[in-house]
Nanobody
Framework: QVQLVESGGGLVQAGDSLRLSCAAS????????MGWFRQAPGKEREFVAA????????YYADSVKGRFTISRDNAKNTVYLQMNSLKPEDTAVYYC??????????????????WGQGTQVTVSS
């Protein structure tokens, strides 16, 4: 069992920055993958970014490349999502997720095994 707790969401204006955090407990993250997804009202959950914990290899959705950065802190068992140049279309509930192993597609929500409760990000224009 893995417990994931997100924090850092909020209400910001377009162009601002936010950093989301996701603290993991219950299982080693070594040789596994952590991801960030988001879901806007009336839309499906979509992939944002992922990181292979041991290698540090990262993956990004095209819509956030160059604006968002995923990183991890091994000592704190925490994954971060630094979000810069935020846009109103980034408004969503953001979820972190844990996947056993690092094979297969990073962007498929169905491949992730554990999910956090989500944190709301609202970007006003």
């Amino acid at each position: 069992q893995v417990q994931l707790v997100e924090s850092g969401g909020g209400l910001v204006q377009a162009g601002d920055s936010l950093r989301l955090s996701c603290a993991a407990s219950g299982r080693t993250l070594i040789n596994n993958r952590m991801g960030w997804f988001r879901q806007a009202p009336g839309k499906e959950r979509e992939f944002v970014a992922a990181i292979n914990w041991s290698s540090g290899i990262t993956y990004y959705a095209d819509s956030v490349k160059g604006r968002f950065t995923i990183s991890r802190d091994n000592a704190k068992n925490t994954v971060y999502l630094q979000m810069n140049s935020l846009k109103p279309e980034d408004t969503a509930v953001y979820y972190c997720a844990f996947r056993r192993g690092t094979t297969a597609a990073a962007a498929a929500p169905a491949l992730y095994d554990y999910w956090g409760q989500g944190t709301q990000v609202t970007v006003s224009s």
